[in-house]
C-alpha cells in the first residue's frame, strides 16, 4: 500500500510537525522547540513518530485488509 501525502489532505510529508528543519535523527522534540500550527497538515510529529492524522489514514486500510487473518 502505498500512501500519496497530498491527495491524502496532508501539505507537509518531509517536516515534522514539532522541530525545525527536515526531518532527521538528529533532534527530537522538546519544550524548547516550535510547534506547527495544525498537527493534522503533517505526516509526522517529531523525527519518528506520525501524528495522529497519519495513524488516522493508514489503521483502518490495513485493518481491513489483515483483520481476517485474525479472527
Not at 25 to 42: H, I, K, Q, T, V
Amino acid at each position: 500500500m502505498q500512501l500519496n501525502f497530498m491527495s491524502e489532505g496532508f501539505t507537509n510529508g518531509d517536516h515534522a510537525c514539532c522541530g525545525n528543519g527536515r526531518l532527521d535523527a538528529g533532534f527530537l522534540c522538546n519544550r524548547f522547540e516550535p510547534l506547527c500550527p495544525n498537527d493534522s497538515e503533517y505526516v509526522f510529529w517529531d523525527s519518528f513518530h506520525p501524528t495522529e492524522a497519519t495513524y488516522k489514514k493508514l489503521v483502518a486500510p490495513i485493518l481491513q485488509k489483515y483483520i481476517s487473518q485474525f479472527v
